[in-house]
């Protein structure tokens, strides 16, 4: 019974109609990756970096950065690891940055745009990424694009920084979580390698309700058709130019969220570690066919109570 019960933690999830959805992690440490290897996570679809800042009193530097990263690619044995660049701001404060108030920090100086205005975090932080790459199949992802010039400007420093350390080539890619990202889909989508669409902050942009507002908490559903017609357009721009195209946000951690999003021809689902296991069974016991007939009635719902109803 153990046996089999492992067995079908690590193998792949694969509907009743043979469609491949890989199902990988998103973390924040190597506690997590280890604790995501275990789960049957087929890789990180989401490495949140910042998380390596909070709860301590100063930034950690390039060394100890490019050890963590390292580690965490050994823990994941040799599977696909997204590591997203710092997301400080917003909801993400880190007190000894001695960062300025803001009076709207969700629409400030968050993501990539602290990292241009700070290249004393940005600089080692991607240095230690292409360090750690010659340990296993790292792609480096950028927070917050917001336009064209974001990417443009993230992906040179980038690769300034590569050829400084005559590191080889990885994939870059953006989250797409801004409204206007999912407007230059088609664009981004000739540049970047991949995107991911972080869904938590996607919903609350397109909706304009904050994630963390307790009274808001349960209209920000994430199913709602505004923030499904986004979705759909970033997946169709990507499809278009043949390039990857993932979740990471709360949204594949959710059943229905996971039927919606594979059935818009989502081929990979980064979920939290405790729903590895459960998005694996729900993508077992569907069928692609069946999730896109949902997809499809869910994009032409009113509001998220139809879709939920579904
Ligand atoms: C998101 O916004 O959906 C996301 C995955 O990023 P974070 O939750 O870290 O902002
Ligand atoms: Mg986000």
């Not at 087929?42 to 050890?67: K, Y």
């Not at 797409?176 to 669409?197: C, D, N, T, Y």
């Not at 007939?293 to 998220?304: G, M, S, T, V």
Request: with cysteine; net charge negative.
């Amino acid at each position: 019974q153990q046996e089999i019960e492992r067995k079908l933690r690590f193998a792949p999830a694969t509907t009743t109609d043979q469609q491949r959805i890989e199902v990988v992690a998103n973390i924040g440490n190597v506690a997590d990756a280890q604790k995501a290897a275990e789960a049957g996570a087929e890789g990180v679809g989401l490495l949140r970096t910042e998380f390596l800042f909070l709860g301590r009193d100063s930034a950690p530097d390039e060394d100890e950065q490019f050890e963590v990263y390292r580690d965490i690619i050994q823990a994941m044995q040799q599977q696909p690891i997204i590591i997203r660049t710092l997301d400080i701001g917003g909801d993400k404060e880190v007190a000894y940055l001695n960062l300025p108030k803001e009076a709207n920090p969700f629409l400030g100086i968050r993501g990539v745009r602290l990292c241009f205005e700070h290249p004393e975090l940005f600089i080692p932080q991607l240095r230690a990424i292409y360090r750690a790459a010659a340990y296993g199949p790292v792609s480096i992802m950028f927070p917050m694009i917001a336009t064209l010039e974001d990417w443009e400007k993230a992906s040179v420093i980038a690769e300034q920084v590569r050829q400084e350390l005559d590191a080889p080539v990885v994939p870059m890619g953006i989250m797409v979580e801004v409204p206007s990202a999912v407007m230059l889909a088609e664009h981004l989508a000739k540049q970047v390698a991949f995107f991911s669409i972080g869904t938590n902050d996607l919903t609350q942009y397109t909706l304009a309700m904050d994630r963390g507002h307790p009274q808001l908490a349960r209209q920000a559903d994430s199913v709602h058709p505004a923030v499904l017609a986004m979705i759909a357009r970033t997946v169709e721009a990507a499809n278009k130019e043949g390039k990857w195209v993932g979740v990471c946000g709360g949204l594949a951690s959710d059943t229905l969220g996971a039927s919606i999003l594979a059935g818009m021809g989502v081929k990979e689902l980064s979920v939290s570690i405790p729903s590895v296991a459960t998005i694996k069974a729900h993508i077992r016991a569907s069928s692609l066919t069946d999730m896109q007939e949902i997809a499809r009635k869910a994009l032409q719902c009113r509001n998220a109570a139809e879709v939920r109803a579904l």
